[in-house]
């Protein structure tokens, strides 16, 4: 079992800025990726940003010049820091892991990220 537990979310202002953090605890062993995903209202859920543990990243192309993703690998802690968020930056970002082993992947409960005025 890996427990995920997601912190950061919050209301912020359209042009502001949050750092979403989940740390993965349990049987983490075979760990090699972590990544946000979120779910806009209405909308399904899309990929925001992976990486691996060696430091490969994949990311939405609609996000990747104002959201920045790290990982600490000592700690299988994921962050995601956000910049100049906007109304459409709005949703349920969840916290996901990757195994090399099953169940091979684990979903956080999710973090609400709000932007209004």
């Known amino acids: 079992q890996v427990q995920l537990v997601e912190s950061g979310g919050g209301l912020v202002q359209p042009g502001g800025s949050l750092r979403l953090s989940c740390a993965a605890t349990?049987?983490?062993?075979?760990?090699?990726?972590m990544g946000w995903y979120r779910q806009a209202p209405g909308k399904e859920r899309e990929l925001v940003s992976v990486?691996?543990?060696?430091?490969?990243?994949t990311s939405a192309d609609s996000m990747k010049d104002r959201f920045s993703i790290s990982m600490d690998n000592a700690k299988n802690t994921v962050y995601l820091q956000m910049n100049n968020l906007q109304p459409e930056d709005t949703g349920v970002y969840y916290c996901?892991?990757?195994?090399?082993?099953?169940?091979?992947?684990?979903w956080g409960q999710g973090t609400q990220v709000t932007v209004s005025s």
């Open positions: 996901h892991v990757d195994l090399l082993k099953p169940p091979y992947d684990y």
């Open positions: 349990g049987s983490t062993d075979s760990l090699y990726a």
């Open positions: 990486i691996t543990n060696a430091g490969s990243t």
